[in-house]
């Protein structure tokens, strides 16, 4: 089940809002984490046990922690750690890379038989999130969940469980325990699931819809791979961004104040900012427990670039099972180590448009490596954007059919948008009614032509199954 289905519309969230708004407080969590759990088997019957398993075992794992720190056992702590990290690695890498490896073994001679894992839905996103926890313990940071049920809803909550942001469960541990249900918290969060979901069902899914025609062509022109790309460049955003914003509206609903994922990164004027702006829960869960453990930035240039090396390999695979996803990493480790290292002070001296553009190219040729599943993919997509006809008909016809949608795409991925808004809002600040009554019919204008997409079209993609 996805946020963007009639489904889950009109069918679970309705259902579990309900519940939810006349549960006692008390029992809030538990309803919580089954609505959560059933959530999940909608999609993954068999997985779930992978779910419930990753969850008691860092639960556990937690207490043990706590109680040897405790008791001044820091070896025992450290042990117990270790296997954690160990665990949950594990787990994720039989999942998700066991049949790359043994597929790339094969190819050196080996006769190995695939495991055929089907990739369990979201364990990416609960695998770092439950990692956290443990290593946070271990540090001091929080204390020790001893109400699993409590434990169970951070890890399985279904507004964040398959799609981010990744949740720290220093973000959210007073909220496990101790939260309300604030009319205020309610509507900010309907408005900005909303806002997600427009993003999402109008605006990524027209893009997507494009850039797959285009992908699919045998014989591409130069404009119309550019074109492609582009598409895929804003569908990629929006469907990002449109989740992320769905988890956090949603999150607010029921009581939770989830972490920011997304800044409007297209705005950005360096490759280094861009990264501050996109996906930002991943950007900081690599940088507090990879880069910084490993010396960060305090260990001098060689040892630096090491550091930012294996974060961004790590950055790369974590994104996709590829020979390309790990490019694509390795591919932004070369242009952040050039910012830092070589060009980043003249980079700033240059007029902020042409760092913008510049900024801007680097990352279509990034999302160029990401879209493609195979190197011989990327390779053929880049010399379509480089090489062949120019124009076609064809062309003509697409780039007239779309030119108002690249229009949009390109002004609703600024904030621009949400400038106009506000001053809209401070404009009838005096008239409350008035504000309300606006921003209502907008909602309902947006929730409208959503449900009114969904019925018509059936390209309605879950970007995250390779995660």
Same mark, same amino acid.
């Given at each position: 089940?996805?946020?963007?289905? /009639?489904?889950?519309?009109?069918?679970?969230?309705?259902?579990?809002?309900?519940?939810?708004?006349?549960?006692?407080?008390?029992?809030?969590?538990?309803?919580?984490?089954?609505?959560?759990?059933?959530?999940?088997?909608?999609?993954?019957?068999?997985?779930?046990?992978?779910?419930?398993?990753?969850?008691?075992?860092?639960?556990?794992?937690?207490?043990?922690?706590?109680?040897?720190?405790?008791?001044?056992?820091?070896?025992?702590?450290?042990?117990?750690?270790?296997?954690?990290?160990?665990?949950?690695?594990?787990?994720?890498?039989?999942?998700?890379?066991?049949?790359?490896?043994?597929?790339?073994?094969?190819?050196?001679?080996?006769?190995?038989?695939?495991?055929?894992?089907?990739?369990?839905?979201?364990?990416?996103?609960?695998?770092?999130?439950?990692?956290?926890?443990?290593?946070?313990?271990?540090?001091?940071?929080?204390?020790?969940?001893?109400?699993?049920?409590?434990?169970?809803?951070?890890?399985?909550?279904?507004?964040?469980?398959?799609?981010?942001?990744?949740?720290?469960?220093?973000?959210?541990?007073?909220?496990?325990?101790?939260?309300?249900?604030?009319?205020?918290?309610?509507?900010?969060?309907?408005?900005?699931?909303?806002?997600?979901?427009?993003?999402?069902?109008?605006?990524?899914?027209?893009?997507?819809?494009?850039?797959?025609?285009?992908?699919?062509?045998?014989?591409?022109?130069?404009?119309?791979?550019?074109?492609?790309?582009?598409?895929?460049?804003?569908?990629?955003?929006?469907?990002?961004?449109?989740?992320?914003?769905?988890?956090?509206?949603?999150?607010?609903?029921?009581?939770?104040?989830?972490?920011?994922?997304?800044?409007?990164?297209?705005?950005?004027?360096?490759?280094?900012?861009?990264?501050?702006?996109?996906?930002?829960?991943?950007?900081?869960?690599?940088?507090?427990?990879?880069?910084?453990?490993?010396?960060?930035?305090?260990?001098?240039?060689?040892?630096?670039?090491?550091?930012?090396?294996?974060?961004?390999?790590?950055?790369?695979?974590?994104?996709?099972?590829?020979?390309?996803?790990?490019?694509?990493?390795?591919?932004?480790?070369?242009?952040?180590?050039?910012?830092?290292?070589?060009?980043?002070?003249?980079?700033?001296?240059?007029?902020?448009?042409?760092?913008?553009?510049?900024?801007?190219?680097?990352?279509?040729?990034?999302?160029?490596?990401?879209?493609?599943?195979?190197?011989?993919?990327?390779?053929?997509?880049?010399?379509?954007?480089?090489?062949?006809?120019?124009?076609?008909?064809?062309?003509?016809?697409?780039?007239?059919?779309?030119?108002?949608?690249?229009?949009?795409?390109?002004?609703?991925?600024?904030?621009?948008?949400?400038?106009?808004?506000?001053?809209?809002?401070?404009?009838?600040?005096?008239?409350?009614? /008035?504000?309300?009554?606006?921003?209502?019919?907008?909602?309902?204008?947006?929730?409208?032509?959503?449900?009114?997409?969904?019925?018509?079209?059936?390209?309605?993609?879950?970007?995250?199954?390779?995660?």
């Amino acid at each position: 089940m996805v946020f963007s289905s /009639l489904t889950f519309l009109f069918l679970f969230l309705p259902a579990v809002l309900i519940l939810y708004l006349v549960c006692p407080a008390k029992l809030r969590n538990c309803l919580l984490l089954i609505a959560s759990l059933f959530f999940y088997a909608w999609g993954e019957r068999l997985y779930v046990a992978i779910l419930l398993f990753s969850t008691i075992f860092d639960y556990i794992n937690g207490s043990l922690i706590g109680c040897f720190r405790a008791n001044g056992r820091e070896g025992a702590a450290k042990a117990v750690l270790w296997i954690s990290v160990a665990g949950n690695l594990g787990i994720l890498c039989l999942f998700k890379y066991s049949d790359f490896v043994i597929t790339n073994l094969n190819r050196t001679g080996f006769s190995l038989p695939l495991l055929g894992l089907a990739l369990p839905i979201g364990i990416s996103f609960y695998t770092f999130q439950t990692m956290s926890y443990t290593i946070d313990v271990y540090r001091g940071q929080v204390e020790v969940q001893k109400n699993i049920i409590a434990f169970g809803t951070y890890v399985t909550m279904f507004p964040q469980l398959i799609a981010g942001p990744i949740v720290r469960y220093k973000t959210v541990e007073q909220e496990m325990n101790s939260r309300g249900v604030r009319l205020t918290d309610c509507a900010y969060g309907v408005q900005r699931f909303l806002i997600g979901l427009a993003k999402k069902v109008l605006l990524a899914n027209a893009a997507g819809a494009v850039y797959e025609e285009i992908a699919a062509m045998g014989n591409r022109t130069v404009v119309l791979a550019w074109l492609g790309a582009l598409m895929y460049f804003f569908q990629i955003y929006f469907d990002f961004s449109g989740y992320s914003d769905m988890a956090i509206g949603l999150g607010r609903i029921f009581g939770f104040h989830f972490p920011e994922n997304f800044n409007y990164p297209y705005m950005a004027k360096s490759i280094t900012e861009f990264w501050r702006r996109w996906h930002i829960t991943l950007g900081t869960w690599f940088r507090e427990y990879v880069y910084i453990p490993l010396g960060g930035n305090r260990c001098g240039k060689v040892r630096q670039i090491r550091n930012l090396l294996i974060v961004w390999a790590l950055t790369g695979i974590w994104h996709g099972v590829a020979w390309n996803f790990l490019l694509w990493g390795l591919y932004f480790f070369v242009l952040l180590a050039l910012e830092k290292f070589a060009y980043g002070k003249t980079l700033a001296r240059v007029p902020a448009a042409l760092t913008h553009v510049y900024a801007l190219f680097f990352v279509l040729m990034g999302w160029v490596l990401f879209s493609n599943d195979s190197l011989s993919a990327v390779g053929s997509y880049l010399e379509s954007m480089f090489s062949g006809d120019v124009w076609s008909a064809g062309t003509g016809y697409l780039l007239l059919s779309n030119w108002l949608l690249v229009i949009i795409l390109a002004i609703g991925s600024t904030d621009l948008p949400k400038r106009i808004a506000y001053r809209l809002m401070d404009a009838l600040g005096q008239m409350p009614v /008035l504000r309300a009554l606006v921003r209502d019919v907008v909602g309902l204008l947006l929730f409208g032509l959503c449900v009114a997409a969904l019925l018509r079209d059936s390209y309605n993609p879950f970007l995250y199954f390779r995660f």
